[in-house]
């Protein structure tokens, strides 16, 4: 089955989206998502001029001898650009070995484990009424999970808070914009917040929280003791995780369950945090860690050590990663918990799926492959605009973590 094209479709139906699909001899495509939210076109690139030539012949078959060649093969390897360019690779040729198969995905990683993957959404105010508002939308929509994030007093913009109508969108049009944080503001805001909502909205409900990477480790540890008394289903990103040893103080001085690695490309940025049982659930996600091949290397070493899975999911990952990691949920012993978070009504004119929310739940899609498709039609309506996520400051100005 020789791949005979591949090609790089670039889209901003709402946001930016990149896609690469592949073609084979017998008909069958495959489509991956490449999407590096504000870098996609070093994403576009790296395929385009470095990937995409060598893909021409081969047979789309061999998944995991093209994942070698372009990992050990490039002598260069890691980081979010060449693992988000090969997940992509990797993706598309899952989509076309299943539905050349004429199975679901899911079936071909190992069939069901669950019924329907546990999603959490989004909940968010620019104050604690606002909030509370939010996760009563949420609560109502049927999630069993939510996340919540609420604006401080006196800073203007945080993150996971929305600014206007509609939802929370961090990447801009435009150069970055620069926001202003206040840690101390922060750790002595975010207790009232949740005693506020285990208050209103009782035990049964699982609540999260991102603490985005803004915090040191001990300061990570107070906030964690601090939040013990409403039982967090996680606390993410409390810090950065590059030096995974951090989480170590964090971890002797809290039992709230910590999540970790959005960011992460590969096995390597999550092995310590795993072996040492230092975290409790991976957020390393199939468009940024190399696909669904290298995504089964990290979560199957997680589930040694009794760490789940609980994959990135915001509007960046395309419906393609969405529609990928449902398969994945479905299949994976050690699954935990998926984000969810809907993407805009452009978006799914270009992109159609068969998966869906239902009482808390995502249900995978029954269509062969990974069930996701894309209209290029549609796709070439909505050229590339740059964007950016936002760089944060300390209130003097210092350049912090974002
Ligand atoms: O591209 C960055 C966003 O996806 C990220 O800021 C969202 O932290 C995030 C989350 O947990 O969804
Ligand atoms: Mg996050």
Redesign the pocket.
């Known amino acids: 089955m020789k791949i005979i094209d591949a090609r790089v479709i670039v889209s901003s139906p709402g946001r930016n989206l990149v896609t690469l699909k592949i073609e084979t001899e017998d008909g069958i495509s495959g489509i991956g998502d490449a999407t590096l939210?504000g870098r996609e076109l070093a994403v576009v690139a790296y395929l385009q001029d470095h990937v995409v030539p060598c893909l021409i012949g081969r047979d789309a078959r061999r998944i995991e001898d093209i994942w070698q060649y372009l990992y050990r093969g490039a002598y260069w390897r890691r980081g979010p650009v060449t693992m988000t360019a090969i997940a992509a690779v990797d993706v598309a040729l899952w989509d076309i070995k299943a539905k050349a198969a004429g199975m679901p995905l899911y079936q071909l990683l190992g069939g069901r484990s669950r019924e329907g993957a546990l999603a959490y959404g989004h909940a968010d105010g620019r104050n604690l009424e606002e909030a509370l508002a939010s996760v009563e939308k949420y609560r109502k929509a049927g999630y069993r999970a939510i996340r919540v994030q609420c604006g401080l007093p006196d800073i203007e913009k945080v993150y996971g808070v929305h600014v206007g109508e509609g939802p929370y969108e961090?990447?801009q049009r435009g150069l970055p914009e620069e926001e202003r944080w206040s840690t101390p503001a922060y750790m002595r805001f975010v207790p009232t917040l949740f005693a506020a909502v285990r208050e209103n909205f009782g035990e049964e409900v699982a609540l999260l929280h991102?603490v985005?990477h803004r915090l040191t480790p001990n300061e990570a540890a107070r906030v964690g003791k601090d939040l013990e008394p409403y039982r967090l289903f996680f606390m993410?990103d409390a810090t950065p995780a590059e030096n995974q040893e951090g989480f170590r103080l964090i971890r002797r001085a809290t039992t709230t369950p910590l999540a970790t690695g959005?960011v992460f490309n590969s096995v390597w940025d999550a092995k310590a945090l795993i072996t040492e049982q230092l975290i409790d659930y991976v957020r390393a996600t199939i468009v940024h860690a190399g696909g669904i091949s290298h995504m089964r290397t990290i979560a199957s070493l997680a589930g040694l050590y009794g760490v789940r899975t609980g994959f990135?999911?915001?509007t960046?990952l395309s419906p393609v990663t969405l529609g990928a990691a449902i398969h994945f949920d479905t299949w994976l012993p050690n699954f935990g918990i998926q984000?969810y978070m809907a993407h805009a009504e452009e978006t799914m004119q270009v992109f159609s799926h068969g998966h869906r929310f239902e009482d808390g739940y995502l249900i995978v899609s029954e269509a062969p492959g990974h069930g996701v498709e894309i209209d290029e039609a549609k796709a070439a309506l909505y050229p590339y605009q740059p964007a950016y996520?936002p760089v944060n400051r300390l209130e003097d100005g210092t350049v912090w973590d974002w």
């Open positions: 939210n961090p990447a991102d985005h993410e959005e990135h999911g915001a960046d984000e996520l």
